[in-house]
């Protein structure tokens, strides 16, 4: 993993450690993941996703949510450092993905059900598919409403200690809906989550420059965004080289999501992205 990451400090060491998906063991002397609960813990894990997706949502639409198990790449060292829980959420009915905006506008409430709803999603996808071995990260997509209010940010931090099974070295909280948030508040939300996970990431669906200095303030140790459909060879450099100029100005780490080829993995990193995924890949 990039040197901008680092775990954090062992119980009575002195100082972090870089962590290093190089070091990682092969599957199959890696641990395996953990055995399929049953009875009780099998009703908690299962329940957000059971009782709550699809959920009939505050504003009366029905909304569907789904969870992708995504591979991320440290682009200097090309290896994988764990995987991206990616959800979607859809209208249940016609199944158009809402946007962001559309997001924004659910209630607090509808947000954390998504999140804990994409949470359980994905730790059961990651049993099932991956069952011989735990992957060294899972990236965790969390909403900031979800970690502004006390009794929300109860249940994350739970589920939270629930999929920290699930990897090897820790869990990484990825910051969603974040966009005009003040810097402060934004501090004070990854600090809450901090004893958690190894770092935060914070995540827009595009920033500029302005956007980076206010989340420089926020202390983040990363910022990442997808990488838009449908861009030429040109299009996706003109795009990439303003993306991670901008993300350089907030965190030292700039993660680009859902590229179409490896060619342009190539040239995120040729221009200084630190993290990627590539669809199919």
Known sequence: MSQAFHRPPEEGSGAAGPVDARAARAPDEGPRAPAAPDGAAASAMQGPAAVWTPFVASNGCQVDVACTLDPVIE???????????????????????????ELARLSRSDRLRIDLGAITLGLGELHRSRPEALPLT?????SFSSL??????????GAFQEARAYARQGLICELRDIDGVPATT????????GPSSLFVVGHLEAFTRIEARVLKEAGLRGISTESPPFLDQAEFLDWATRTVAAGKHAARSVLIYRMLLPQQAAVAAAVGATHAHVIGV
Request: no cysteine; glycine share 6%; hydrophobic share 40%.
């Open 148 to 157: 502004s209010n006390l009794d929300d940010r109860t249940r994350i931090v």
């Open 138 to 142: 899972l990236i965790l997509p969390v």
């Open 186 to 193: 934004l501090q004070t939300a990854a600090t809450m989550i």
């Open 75 to 101: 682009l200097k060292g090309r290896t994988t450092i764990g995987l991206r829980l990616r959800r979607s959420v859809a209208d249940a009915t016609s199944g158009r993905e809402f946007s962001a905006p």
